[in-house]
């Protein structure tokens, strides 16, 4: 099974997230809408965390933590 690629969409605009999430939707993106930083950070961290279950090894991991921390700094 391939993974849908996954957009994660900024914006206090709640109307524009949803055209363009339901637009990238019918193209077959999988998208999740944060408001505002806080959602921003609270998104990557449960996708940080999803991943981390199920990455193959510890390098995996170990780039996407550090991915996580960089975005984290922002």
């Given at each position: 099974?391939?993974?849908?690629?996954?957009?994660?969409?900024?914006?206090?605009?709640?109307?524009?997230?949803?055209?363009?999430?339901?637009?990238?939707?019918?193209?077959?993106?999988?998208?999740?809408?944060?408001?505002?930083?806080?959602?921003?950070r609270q998104a990557?961290?449960?996708?940080?965390?999803?991943?981390?279950?199920?990455?193959?090894?510890?390098?995996?991991?170990?780039?996407?933590?550090?991915?996580?921390?960089?975005?984290?700094?922002?």
């Open positions: 099974m391939t993974e849908m690629p996954h957009i994660l969409m900024v914006d206090d605009d709640q109307d524009i997230c949803a055209l363009v999430a339901d637009f990238l939707g019918a193209q077959g993106y999988r998208v999740t809408m944060a408001g505002d930083g806080i959602a921003m990557l961290a449960a996708d940080v965390a999803d991943r981390r279950l199920h990455a193959g090894g510890g390098a995996g991991r170990a780039a996407l933590l550090q991915a996580h921390a960089r975005l984290a700094e922002c």
